[in-house]
């Protein structure tokens, strides 16, 4: 059986604690930040695209 390496447990078991929450938030705002870049282009797109109604007669605005 392999023998187990307690300094590398040791640095698991201090250094999980920080990288885990750090990992996380990261994730999250990078979620964040793709989302509102997708929405931004997305009114961009919708903003720069002609109305479908301008053609047509029966539409009353």
């Known amino acids: 059986m392999?023998?187990?390496?307690?300094?590398?447990?040791?640095?698991?078991?201090?250094?999980?604690?920080?990288?885990?929450?750090?990992?996380?938030?990261?994730g999250a705002l990078q979620g964040i930040k793709h989302a509102f870049l997708g929405l931004v282009d997305q009114i961009r797109n919708d903003i720069s695209s002609?109305?479908?109604?301008?053609?047509?007669?029966?539409f009353f605005a």
């Open 2 to 26: 392999k023998k187990l390496n307690q300094f590398m447990i040791l640095q698991w078991l201090i250094f999980l604690p920080l990288i885990l929450p750090l990992s996380i938030a990261s």
């Open 50 to 58: 002609p109305l479908i109604h301008e053609d047509n007669q029966d």
